[in-house]
């Protein structure tokens, strides 16, 4: 029996975890269980799965909650440093780090040091701290599993291959709802408009990430810190059907290829029972009605994005945790109806153009380095 944590159990990976579970409950449990301030879904799930741990880290949720409702089997904390310590109790193998936004960091950093594994969900943890995640997961011995479909397929891809022997990463994009527009189409698109996702149907932050293609600058940046290569060696292929989660190139000339049906719930499954391979209900690929897999070039100049990704990436120090942070106020004050939807790359721009960099960071020089970012980036906001 594998037991997990999942941080972030009311999310859209989170809820497909708990499906994942529920379908496996004899090989999987959930032990912990972390959300944030939904606290109606977290007492349904509390009532569903009865982990020991059940956790609310808004305050008000958890206060809601305790004078609600007492459980039987489950102990309910509150406040975000239970959720920090939830990825270390005892009774936990692996920890689903599925939160959104920077948000992820601390909690994550716990669970390594506890020398729990983590499925990684949360690619802004290492979008913002890559280098040192990773150290420390090596330093601790813990495997850091991707549950983002293109590295779960970079993962498969890779099983039993020498890491020497990539010669590049070809990570797939399906272009978004924007895919083929250029930036006058864009000017005024809205929040409906963006939220409809062609392929995926995920949560709110990421799906705004897809349209703008920073989602695929953030992959590329995670790519690299998972798979230990150079930038110049990722390349994103825009692939709209999104049958192809993503592939590798090797430095013989062949390329092996990831492909499944678009449900988050299979990199989700393979990365809490890895190394076993077991059977799932998702969706069959029928090779017969499937028409034709095409593949284009990004276009960079429109979803400019992808590109400043890439250049805040080759920088590194704390320039992408700037930028995730910038991104992360830039979409929720777009979600909101502050600002426009390209306005969120002149946020992102803005901010990068004035925040100093650091190299080399700290755990605690990251955090002042995000809360600042995220303070200039809502102060452009406020003078668009
Ligand atoms: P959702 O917005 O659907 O869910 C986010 C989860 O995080 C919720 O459980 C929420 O709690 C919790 N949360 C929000 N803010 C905080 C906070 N400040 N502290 C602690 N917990 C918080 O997001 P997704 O499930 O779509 O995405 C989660 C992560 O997975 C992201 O990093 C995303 O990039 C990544 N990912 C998602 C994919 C997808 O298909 N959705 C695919 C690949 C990666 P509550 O609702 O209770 O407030
Ligand atoms: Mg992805």
């Given at each position: ?9 009311t ?6 975890a ?7 409950h ?5 032990e ?12 349904r799930?509390?009532?569903e ?7 609310l ?10 004078s ?7 102990k309910l ?7 920090i310590?939830?990825?270390?109790f005892?009774a936990v193998?692996?920890v689903?780090?599925?939160?959104s936004?920077?948000?992820g960091?601390?909690?994550t950093i716990?669970?390594?040091n506890?020398h729990?594994?983590?499925?990684l969900?949360?690619?802004e943890?290492l ?6 995640v ?6 601790c011995g ?18 039993g ?21 250029n930036q006058?189409d864009?000017e ?9 996702h062609?392929?995926w149907n995920m949560g ?9 293609l ?5 992959e590329v940046?995670?790519?690299?810190f998972l798979?230990?290569v ?10 709209p059907?999104s049958?192809i989660?993503?592939?590798?190139e090797?430095v ?6 990831q492909?499944?049906s678009?449900?988050m ?5 393979y990365a ?5 391979r077991i059977?799932s209900?998702?969706?069959?690929l ?7 897999l095409?593949f284009e ?6 979803f400019?994005?992808?590109k ?10 704390t ?8 991104n992360?106020?830039?979409?929720g004050?777009f979600?909101d109806?502050?600002i426009?939807?390209?306005d ?6 803005g901010?990068?153009d ?7 960071p ?5 955090i002042v380095?995000?809360?600042s970012?995220r303070?200039?980036?809502e ?6």
């Amino acid at each position: 029996m594998k037991r997990v944590a999942i941080l972030g159990s009311t999310g859209s990976i989170g809820t497909q975890a708990l499906d994942v579970i529920r379908a496996h409950h004899e090989l999987l449990s959930a032990e912990v269980i972390a959300a944030h301030s939904n606290d109606a879904l977290l007492e349904r799930q509390i009532d569903e799965f009865h982990p020991p741990i059940a956790i609310l880290s808004d305050d008000a949720a958890y206060s809601r909650l305790s004078s609600r409702r007492k459980f039987p089997s489950t102990k309910l904390l509150g406040g975000r440093q239970s959720l920090i310590d939830a990825a270390t109790f005892d009774a936990v193998d692996i920890v689903l780090t599925s939160m959104s936004g920077f948000a992820g960091l601390e909690p994550t950093i716990a669970a390594i040091n506890a020398h729990k594994n983590i499925a990684l969900a949360n690619k802004e943890t290492l979008v913002a701290a890559g280098e040192l995640v990773m150290r420390l997961a090596d330093e601790c011995g813990v495997k850091i599993l991707p549950v983002d479909s293109e590295h779960g397929a970079f993962f498969q891809c890779l099983n039993g291959e020498d890491r020497r022997a990539i010669k590049k990463l070809l990570l797939t994009a399906s272009g978004g709802p924007f895919r083929g527009k250029n930036q006058s189409d864009l000017e005024n698109v809205t929040v409906d408009q963006v939220l409809a996702h062609p392929t995926w149907n995920m949560g709110k932050k990421i799906t705004v990430d897809s349209a703008t293609l920073v989602n695929k600058g953030l992959e590329v940046i995670e790519a690299k810190f998972l798979y230990g290569v150079d930038y110049d060696q990722i390349q994103v292929v825009v692939h709209p059907q999104s049958i192809i989660h993503s592939m590798v190139e090797f430095v013989d000339g062949s390329v092996i290829a990831q492909l499944a049906s678009t449900d988050m719930r299979l990199p989700i499954q393979y990365a809490l029972t890895y190394p076993a391979r077991i059977a799932s209900t998702v969706d069959r690929l029928d090779f017969w009605s499937m028409q034709s897999l095409t593949f284009e070039e990004p276009d960079l100049e429109t979803f400019r994005g992808l590109k400043i990704a890439y250049e805040v990436g080759r920088r590194g120090g704390t320039a992408p945790c700037i930028f995730n942070a910038a991104n992360e106020i830039a979409v929720g004050a777009f979600l909101d109806g502050r600002i426009k939807f390209l306005d969120i790359y002149r946020v992102i721009e803005g901010v990068l153009d004035q925040q100093p960099i650091i190299d080399r960071p700290t755990l605690e020089t990251l955090i002042v380095e995000n809360n600042s970012a995220r303070s200039l980036a809502e102060k452009i906001i406020s003078a668009l």
